[in-house]
């Protein structure tokens, strides 16, 4: 039996441990060099999904998060992606010790109130989402039969209840940027959202 991870690497994917005396995380592969991965997580977690031979069988949720993000949300675009990095830490914290086959709605609950009571309602259910999407590949990939979390109620968000004005804009603009102006004039004039901008 393999030691007990380090407290640190805990809520890490397999292979990928955080050093701390560098303050560095790596990927550390049997029979070869630790590879540096990058000084922040988000920046570890994108190279640790570049490294195409890390593939690992699915016996745990961590496992099944693991194939996710590296088959699937790198072919999503940027933005989608670097969320996913950031939902996927708290995922592997809650559920990466779990069986796929023993997850159920009521987990799902108890994670959204935690979440709330952390202080991050709206956040929850944008990673209750992304855990949501994991289940029905776990259903394709043939891990599971099907999906555990139809008709689940998510944590209430409360929507804008003021538009900006134009005054406000104006305002605005004159603290902004140059290069910040030219983009709120795009957007204005084209109504695009900030991924179609960019």
Same mark, same amino acid.
């Given at each position: 039996? +393999?030691?007990?991870?380090?407290? =640190?690497?805990?809520? $890490? ?26 000084? @922040?997580? /988000? ?10 031979? #890390? ?7 961590? !496992?099944? #998060? ?8 790198? @072919? ?14 708290? *995922?592997?914290?809650?559920? +990466? ?5 023993? #997850?159920?709605?009521?987990?799902? &609950?108890?994670? $959204?109130? *935690?979440?709330?009571?952390? +202080? ?10 992304? *855990?949501?999407? #994991? ?9 599971? /039969? ?14 804008? !209840? ?5 005054? =406000? ?13 030219? &983009?709120?004039?795009?957007? *204005?004039? @084209? +109504?695009?959202?900030? @991924?179609?901008?960019?």
């Amino acid at each position: 039996m +393999g030691r007990k991870r380090a407290p =640190e690497n805990a809520a $890490l994917p397999k292979g990928m441990i955080f050093n701390k005396k560098s303050n560095t995380y790596y990927l550390r592969l049997h029979g070869q060099r630790d590879i540096p991965l990058g000084k @922040t997580m /988000t920046e570890a977690f994108r190279n640790f999904y570049n490294y195409a031979d #890390i593939n690992f069988e699915c016996h745990t949720m961590h !496992d099944l #998060i693991d194939r996710y993000m590296k088959e699937i949300s790198v @072919t999503k675009s940027e933005a989608t992606h670097k969320s996913n990095l950031s939902a996927v830490k708290h *995922l592997f914290k809650r559920f +990466g010790h779990m069986n796929p086959t023993m #997850i159920r709605a009521k987990h799902a &609950y108890q994670y $959204l109130d *935690l979440r709330a009571r952390e +202080g991050a309602p709206v956040r929850a259910n944008r990673e209750f989402a992304l *855990l949501s999407t #994991i289940m029905s590949h776990a259903v394709r990939w043939g891990m599971i /039969t099907e999906t555990p979390f139809h008709g689940i109620i998510r944590n209430p968000e409360k929507p804008r !209840d003021k538009l900006v004005t134009n005054e =406000e804009i104006a305002i605005f603009l004159k603290f902004c940027p140059r290069w910040l102006q030219l &983009y709120i004039a795009l957007k *204005l004039a @084209t +109504g695009l959202r900030q @991924t179609d901008l960019v």
